[in-house]
């Protein structure tokens, strides 16, 4: 079996949870109370969410990185 790697990108919800989700991968997300909770929770996630998605196409992208955008509103 081939190992896939995923960018996962982490955030932390006003009450301390723990939110990852996997950008290239549709409707894959998952929270957690620790990092290493969420990451567990997250790989069960993605084998449900594999199982309907050309994992061919999935490997085609890549990182390329994050930016902030500012916004002026009033």
């Known amino acids: 079996m081939k190992n896939t ?9 006003e009450d301390g949870m ?8 549709p409707s894959c997300y998952a929270e957690g109370k620790t ?4 990451l567990k929770n997250l790989q069960q996630v993605l084998k449900l969410c594999l199982r309907n998605v050309n994992i061919k196409e999935i490997e085609k992208t890549r990182f390329v990185g994050i930016q902030n955008v ?4 009033a």
């Not at 723990?18 to 991968?25: E, K």
């Open 35 to 38: 990092q290493k909770e969420m």
């Open 5 to 13: 790697n995923f960018t996962v990108y982490i955030e932390q919800d």
């Open 70 to 73: 500012e916004l002026n509103y």
């Open 18 to 25: 723990f939110i990852g989700s996997i950008p290239a991968v």
